[in-house]
């Protein structure tokens, strides 16, 4: 067997393996065990008892976390030129629409959000094939389909973050930094979580939150108590 290094017998010693810690816990531990030199991004996995395979049980919504997700999200506004000036004041950091879709065509994608009006949706369609693989494609159910791209584009800046259960039942997002108070993570985790389980499908039957884990970049998983969520 390989030796420990420091910081892993530094995380052995404070992480009990098996145990469900309580979310306030968890969002102390988390910071506690990152020993990377950069700030880390804060991880939340949802294991859900749902189908995915199945549109009836199909589980997918936007948040707006309170204390934003610590990360600067690059957002281009697709829209005509009467909504450009709002949506730049709004803090879009590209705003057009003809030569922006042209760059896509040419594989520009260096941006993390797409934010766009129910008019511009008919350009947008051939871009599917760049767009839809890395998450792009903007879509009324997660908001970025709207005739207010200013207050869309605002919503993003400060927080608001659309997520999707995957094929194998586990919702993933990014909640936070390291630098976050654990107050600040425990605040986001607990929305996020809440607002999954307001998205429960009628169809879902059994145990809806199978298991929760928090964790940083390149740190273990903190396993989570859901009842002390609820």
Known sequence: MSKLTKNQKL??????AGKAYSLKEASELVREITTTKFDASLDIDVRLGVDPR?????VRGVVSLPNGTGKTTRVLCLCTPDQEAAAKEA????????EYIDKIKGGWTDVDVIIT????MG???PLGRILGPRGL??????????MDVAKAVKE?????IDFKVDKAGIVHASIGKVSFAPEKVYENAKEFIQTIIKLKPAAAKGTYIKSIFLSSTMS???????????
């Open 137 to 146: 494609m903007p879509n009324p159910k997660s908001g970025t389909v709207t």
């Open 123 to 125: 350009k947008l369609g």
């Open 220 to 230: 273990v998983g903190i396993k989570v108590d859901p009842k002390s969520v609820e």
């Open 11 to 16: 995380v052995a010693g404070k992480v009990e």
């Open 117 to 120: 009006m129910p008019s511009c």
């Open 156 to 160: 993003v800046k400060q927080g608001k």
């Open 54 to 58: 199945k549109a009836n049980q199909m």
């Open 91 to 98: 803090g879009a950091d590209y705003v057009g629409l003809d």
